[in-house]
C-alpha cells in the first residue's frame, strides 16, 4: 500500500445514487489520515473500503450541505465505538458550529473518543504536524465553504555522486544535513553542493464553489487535486446559478496551476455516462485526469524533481 494515496468513499452530489454514495475521501499521508467531506454512508463505504476509523487523525468539512456532513455522527460514534486512543482534530466552518454541535450529539452515545473541534474562520494555515501544514481557503457557493490543502515543506535529495565526489560519507552525510556544511579533509563542504532541490509534495481538495481565486491558490502546483465536477459544460449555467464547476472548469484550474494529477468528483445524477467528464476535461487538461469512483484508491504521484509548471497566467 502507497504510504501517501486518496481512498474515495463517495463521489455523488446532492442525491446518491445506485452506484455513487454521497461523498466520503480518506488521504493517508504517511501515517496521518485526514476525512474529508463525510457524507451520508461513509462509515459503511468505510468498511467496504478496508479501511477504519483508527486511521483518522483529522476531518475536514467544506460546508454544512448534507451530502457533505451527515455522515459525521456515525464516524464520531464509531470513534468511541472502536476506542480510537489518539486526538482527532475536527476542522470545519466557524459560521456552521450550531450545525457541527448538532451532529455531534444527533444520538445518544457513550463519548469516549477524543475530539478536538477547530472552528475555520478565514483563510490560512490552520494545522501543523509531520505532514507539513494544512491550509484553508475561502470558496464561493451559496453558504460559506472553505477548501483545504496541504502542503509538505520543499528539501533537498542527497546526490550519491556528489557525496562521493566530495569525499562525504557515513556518518558526516547526517552531519552535513544537519548543519548546512561540513569540514572534509581540508576544503569546506556545503550541502547545495551534494544534493539537489525535493519539492515537497502537495494536495488540494476543492468542492462545491464557482470559480474564484480560492480555488486557484488551493490548486497552485498540487500534486494531486480533487475538485468538484457537478456539472458538464452544456449545462454550464446552471453550474453558474448553484455555485458549482463543469469538468472543464475544473480542468482549466489544473491547467492553469499546474497539476500532476486532476481527480474529477461530485458528480450530478443527471448524468450517467463517466466517461463524459474525462473527454472533456483532457480536452483542456493534458496530464493524468482521474474520473472517481466510489472506493477507487488514488496514489500521490511519486515525488517529482521539480514542479509541473502552470500552462499559462490567469487573465
Avoid: K
Avoid at 46 to 74: E, R
Avoid at 187 to 199: A, G, K, M, N, Q
Amino acid at each position: 500500500m502507497s504510504g501517501r494515496e486518496l481512498v474515495v468513499l463517495g463521489t455523488a452530489s446532492q442525491a446518491p445514487t445506485r452506484r455513487r454514495n454521497h461523498n466520503g475521501y480518506l488521504l493517508l499521508w504517511d501515517g496521518v489520515g485526514m476525512l474529508l467531506d463525510p457524507g451520508e454512508g461513509t462509515q459503511r463505504q468505510m468498511t467496504h473500503a478496508g479501511v477504519s476509523v483508527h486511521q483518522v487523525h483529522h476531518v475536514l468539512i467544506s460546508h454544512f450541505h448534507g451530502d457533505h456532513c451527515l455522515g459525521l455522527p456515525g464516524v464520531v460514534q464509531r470513534l468511541s465505538r472502536d476506542h480510537v486512543p489518539h486526538l482527532v482534530h475536527v476542522h470545519y466552518p466557524a459560521s456552521g458550529q450550531r450545525y457541527f454541535e448538532r451532529l455531534r450529539h444527533a444520538a445518544a452515545f457513550d463519548e469516549t473518543a477524543r475530539l478536538h473541534p477547530e472552528p475555520v474562520d478565514g483563510a490560512g494555515v490552520i494545522a501543523t504536524g509531520p505532514f507539513g501544514t494544512l491550509e484553508a481557503a475561502r470558496l464561493d457557493h451559496r453558504i460559506e465553504t472553505f477548501g483545504y490543502r496541504l502542503a509538505e515543506p520543499d528539501g533537498r535529495r542527497m546526490v550519491p555522486g556528489l557525496l562521493a565526489r566530495h569525499g562525504v560519507r557515513g556518518a558526516d552525510i547526517g552531519r552535513l544535513q544537519r548543519a548546512g556544511d561540513l569540514v572534509v579533509g581540508d576544503r569546506r563542504v556545503t550541502l547545495d553542493e551534494v544534493s539537489e532541490p525535493r519539492p515537497g509534495q502537495r494536495f488540494a481538495f476543492v468542492m462545491d464553489t464557482r470559480l474564484c481565486d480560492g480555488v486557484f491558490a488551493l490548486a497552485d502546483r498540487a500534486d494531486l487535486l480533487v475538485i468538484e465536477s457537478t456539472f458538464l459544460d452544456t449545462d454550464a449555467a446552471l453550474a453558474e446559478r448553484y455555485r458549482h464547476l463543469t469538468a472543464a472548469q475544473a480542468a482549466r484550474v489544473a491547467a492553469e496551476c499546474g497539476v500532476r494529477h486532476l481527480v474529477l468528483t461530485h458528480f450530478s445524477q443527471r448524468y450517467t455516462d463517466p466517461r463524459r467528464f474525462h473527454d472533456e476535461a483532457a480536452a483542456v487538461f493534458d496530464g493524468p485526469i482521474t474520473v472517481a469512483d466510489d472506493l477507487v484508491r488514488v496514489p500521490v504521484p511519486p515525488r517529482a524533481t521539480s514542479r509541473r509548471q502552470p500552462s499559462r497566467s490567469r487573465g
